[in-house]
């Protein structure tokens, strides 16, 4: 009797390994806070934590044990109660949610049948096979809401229930503060990435102008200089719906901070702290990543500007995985997977820096494009229309590159985030390009 081809191991081995990895996150973000913290609402935009815990375990239930495995329906009543299409955020709470004990049973006993099927799939035969596709599908989904119950934690008032060691300080960048990238074609997406979603599919030929784009993401320090010249004051940096917006919900400065006389503070997972000034800016909303752009007489890059700054390699005109190269990421590359609860200094980690010398574009903190999300030509939707295509449209804007609560799972060049461009509780920044003359 032979054994399973060294590939089909190979594909096992990380299907375990990325859903282990996963479950790990999910359990410190659950277990850290007593049952109360658990079962409360934060905030109105975000779920309560056990919703999020007994929805990743339904998830994983519908997809690999009963589409993938063909099983009955371990919890058949609560699919409903964990339908994220079914029920916004804000009201969530009011529904019959399992308690705490109760979810992390369920999701555990999930767990382990789809190990069971994992162990015994061939990856191959159907889409969701081919791969292990519908495996790392999974995986992507849980470090995704994993980063959601992060930013949970973030919106809890109350002393801090997470820790983890600050970056390495980096030392001071030298190097120019923008590059120009090359204009002309490159491929942008991706047709051969395993684990890649449908967003980011098929693979296609862009044409970009050359343009010039920040070495680094906006720091803190450079974003308190547009707060200091009245940029929240100044109607003439900011489209009619984001100065309508910020005159609306009273924004004059980015989520948790607050001015302690002549200095700025902010609120970072229950710890109060002076606004370090070398960091990328994080918890502002596309329209103020918009106003200090035009400020600083630049614009956002668009997304396909972006992915060619990230993955373009003009030595052999192609387009990388990421940065870097093909390489799958590592701590020397990037600030992922909430090894940090912060993003590192502005123009850390030289070795993911990319071959025209743009550093941290995967990790540390999204970052807002001036694009709309909108389908690649030929898109399909797969496995679910609800993932990607019923969201396409002028009212999200597109956010590239991860940041610190970001696991590599979920994280590559080509990778598409959206949201509102309301949006400023999710770990977001930006970094400004301009066109370069022709």
Request: with cysteine; charged share 25%.
């Amino acid at each position: 009797m032979t054994g399973p081809a060294p590939d089909a191991e190979a594909l096992r081995e990380r299907a375990v390994a990325t859903l282990t990895t996963a479950r790990a996150r999910t359990t410190l973000l659950t277990s850290c806070v007593e049952d109360p913290d658990l079962t409360a609402q934060h905030s109105p935009l975000m779920s309560p934590l056990v919703w999020d815990l007994a929805h990743i375990g339904n998830q994983e239930e519908q997809w690999l044990l009963r589409t993938v495995a063909g099983r009955e329906a371990i919890r058949p009543e609560i699919d409903g109660i964990y339908d994220a299409f079914e029920h916004p955020r804000s009201a969530r709470p009011s529904l019959p949610l399992l308690p705490p004990a109760e979810a992390r049973a369920y999701a555990a006993e999930v767990r382990g049948r789809a190990l069971d099927v994992l162990e015994g799939t061939a990856f191959h035969g159907t889409r969701l096979t081919e791969a292990g596709f519908a495996f790392g599908m999974i995986a992507q989904h849980e470090q995704q809401h994993d980063e959601t119950m992060l930013i949970t934690h973030q919106l809890r008032t109350g002393p801090a229930a997470l820790t983890a060691p600050d970056p390495e300080p980096a030392p001071l960048h030298t190097g120019p503060a923008e590059v120009l990238v090359p204009g002309g074609p490159f491929t942008m997406g991706t047709s051969d990435e395993p684990w890649a979603l449908d967003n980011e599919r098929p693979a296609h030929r862009r044409e970009v102008a050359p343009f010039h784009i920040d070495t680094a993401p906006v720091t803190n320090g450079a974003y308190q200089a547009f707060i200091d010249d009245g940029g929240y004051d100044d109607e003439r940096w900011w489209t009619p719906d984001g100065w309508a917006h910020i005159r609306r919900a009273a924004i004059t400065a980015p989520l948790f901070w607050r001015r302690d006389g002549k200095q700025w503070l902010r609120r970072r997972f229950g710890v109060t702290e002076v606004v370090p000034a070398n960091e990328p800016v994080v918890h502002v909303c596309w329209y103020e990543a918009d106003a200090y752009a035009r400020w600083a007489g630049r614009r956002l890059p668009t997304e396909a500007e972006w992915e060619k700054a990230a993955r373009h390699d003009p030595a052999g005109d192609r387009s990388t995985r990421y940065p870097w190269g093909d390489a799958d990421p590592g701590p020397e590359h990037a600030n992922l997977g909430q090894r940090h609860l912060r993003p590192a200094p502005a123009g850390s980690y030289p070795e993911g820096e990319s071959p025209l010398g743009v550093r941290q574009l995967i990790g540390d903190v999204w970052e807002w494009t001036s694009s709309d999300f909108l389908p690649y030509p030929g898109f399909r939707a797969f496995p679910y229309k609800e993932y990607s295509e019923v969201f396409f449209g002028p009212d999200h804007k597109v956010l590239r590159g991860g940041s610190f609560a970001v696991d590599a799972v979920a994280c590559r060049g080509t990778f598409r985030n959206w949201d509102y461009p309301i949006r400023r509780q999710i770990f977001s920044g930006f970094r400004t390009a301009r066109s370069a003359a022709v």
